[in-house]
């Protein structure tokens, strides 16, 4: 990718988006070149003409097993879209930044992204929005109002990030199946040892407009399941929140910014 026309920076931005989506394209592409932002538009994985890829990358029996449902195809082709450009930053070596076509730009300037683009050298998977905010605990102070750090807790959505090759690697390796949500996995550290970091305030927002996975009441595909099948799926639940209290937050970057902060 050329270097950025405003600011001169080589940084990758790619937006995903089904090449179908024309309204979606422009409501994007219009928002972006007003920030002066150089992006590709990358083709979504379409869940009906891929439908054979989508079901070689599905396990239904453990998704079934562990969760209770069955993932959408919308969720399968949404997953492999974003495995396709994890691909591409390994290919190309350089961090990047990803977005949906269903995000809105908030009042941000491109140096500020800049400079948290360059923070992937040290911390791997920054998320530039959060659907679900929880407590916030900052790590380091960034350019302007910007502070990097972490949500106590999942915040769902992958419409807006950044990820270094070192991420995308990770990802890849434990995502040979697609057992949940794309969103959900990424802020698994524990299934691929890649910490989940924000930047508060976000940068993006969740556009007001509909989505092309599905609405929350219908992206589940609920089955009937015995007692003991559910009683199976809650266990799995807190083993999994177990997990997620010893291994998602990064203490020790938490730790030395509070105490540089009390003595520097």
């Not at 595909?221 to 937050?249: G, P």
Request: proline share 2%.
């Amino acid at each position: 990718m050329r270097p950025n026309r405003k600011t001169g920076q080589d940084v990758q931005v790619f937006v995903i988006s089904l090449r179908e989506s024309t309204e979606r394209r422009a409501r994007i592409k219009k928002q972006l070149d007003q920030k002066g932002l150089d992006f590709q538009f990358f083709d979504a994985i379409d869940s009906y003409s891929h439908a054979s890829l989508l079901e070689e990358r599905e396990n239904i029996q453990k998704t079934q097993r562990v969760k209770g449902y069955r993932l959408q195809n919308t969720e399968l082709a949404c997953f492999a879209s974003h495995r396709c450009l994890w691909e591409k930053c390994i290919e190309n070596q350089r961090s990047m930044i990803i977005l949906e076509d269903n995000v809105d730009l908030k009042d941000f300037s491109v140096e500020s992204l800049l400079k948290i683009y360059e923070q992937s050298r040290d911390f791997f998977y920054i998320k530039l929005s959060a659907t679900n905010k929880k407590s916030f605990i900052k790590i380091k102070k960034l350019d302007g109002n910007y502070f990097l750090g972490q949500y106590t807790g999942n915040t769902c959505g992958t419409t807006a990030y950044i990820i270094s090759p070192a991420a995308a690697k990770a990802f890849l390796g434990d995502s040979e199946q697609f057992l949940e949500p794309v969103d959900d996995y990424m802020e698994k550290t524990w299934k691929h040892g890649v910490k989940t970091y924000s930047v508060s305030p976000c940068l993006f927002e969740r556009a007001k407009i509909s989505s092309t996975i599905g609405t929350f009441s219908s992206r589940k595909r609920k089955l009937n399941i015995t007692l003991a099948k559910r009683l199976y799926i809650e266990a799995y639940r807190v083993v999994e929140d177990c997990f997620r209290f010893f291994f998602f937050m990064d203490w020790k970057k938490i730790i030395k910014y509070k105490i540089q902060r009390h003595w520097f």
